[in-house]
């Protein structure tokens, strides 16, 4: 019996992304972070006709900018996790245990519960937040790329020195449904220069939806059971072709028998009753 878990998820990075990732303060770069704005509640109006619920990792510099977007989603039964705060890397244990706490603290705020889930700005999980989430009690992270299809328990104390063997840390209870970024939307459509060079991204929605129906594909057909996550960004995934597209994938998954869209906590509480923490 096919048993297929399906993960939409949105990075709702809004204006942080070009602050903290790309360091751009240009009103035209900060105008594509307003953007996000705009896609979220397309996404919002489009996730109530399918009746899908789904996960929004939220910089807590976008519930400061945008509190009522942020209150809509989470009231519209939506999942809100962590995603840093200003969606920077890693910079110092000390920064990064404030910066933490302080993004809680403002989605605690506005949304009136704390979250359960994080996921690295950028794909750039430290060992110093690794701790955080741990200290912290959360239920599951998303940065990682271990896997793609089945969820597994982070390990802390890994060590991969350079003039030795790889050396394996220990599991903990923090579920980790891991990310790839070939099932997110921002490096191929995404059209970015920075100093370091340019991703032209701007690539043709049949493209992509050949690369995100693959997946899928092959985890319905030839693995039968596991997760699929997506990842997408409201200011990308918001413009019109793009959304077309999504709509037609979520319409291709919703054909298959035995697949059910659902939120990563859902999906990471059911992972840890299955599998008991080792
Ligand atoms: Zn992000």
């Not at 990075?13 to 307003?34: P, Y």
């Not at 404030?98 to 996921?119: K, N, Q, W």
């Not at 992509?208 to 059971?225: C, M, T």
């Amino acid at each position: 019996m096919k048993q297929i878990d399906v993960c939409l998820t949105f990075d709702f990075d809004a204006f942080s992304v070009w602050i903290g990732t790309f360091h751009a303060r240009s009103l035209s770069a900060l105008s594509r972070g307003e953007f996000g704005n705009v896609g979220a509640n397309r996404l919002l109006a489009l996730l109530a006709d399918w009746g899908v619920r789904s996960t929004w990792f939220i910089p807590g510099h976008t519930a400061d900018a945008f509190p009522g977007t942020v209150q809509k989603i989470a009231q519209a039964g939506h999942e809100i996790a962590h995603h840093g705060y200003f969606h920077e890397r890693a910079k110092g244990a000390e920064d990064e245990r404030r910066d933490f706490d302080r993004a809680s603290a403002v989605l605690e705020r506005i949304t009136g519960r704390r979250p359960v889930g994080y996921r690295s700005p950028a794909a750039g999980l430290s060992a110093n937040i690794l701790n955080c989430l741990l200290e912290r009690n959360f239920l599951y992270d998303s940065s990682l790329m271990g896997h793609d299809f089945s969820p597994y328990y982070c390990r802390v104390g890994d060590q991969a020195p350079s003039d030795g063997p790889f050396q394996w840390g220990r599991p903990t209870s923090l579920v980790e449904l891991p990310f790839t970024w070939g099932l997110d939307d921002f490096p191929v459509f995404e059209h970015v220069w920075t100093r370091n060079g340019v991703n032209p991204g701007l690539a043709a929605p049949s493209q992509v939806y050949e690369i995100w129906v693959g997946d899928f594909d092959y985890l319905y057909n030839r693995l039968g059971q596991g997760t699929f996550i997506l990842t997408m960004h409201p200011q990308v995934i918001g413009r019109g072709h793009r959304l077309l597209m999504l709509e037609r994938l979520v319409q291709h998954m919703r054909e298959h028998e035995g697949v059910t869209f659902k939120t990563m906590a859902e999906v990471a509480e059911e992972f840890r009753r299955m599998h008991p923490i080792p």
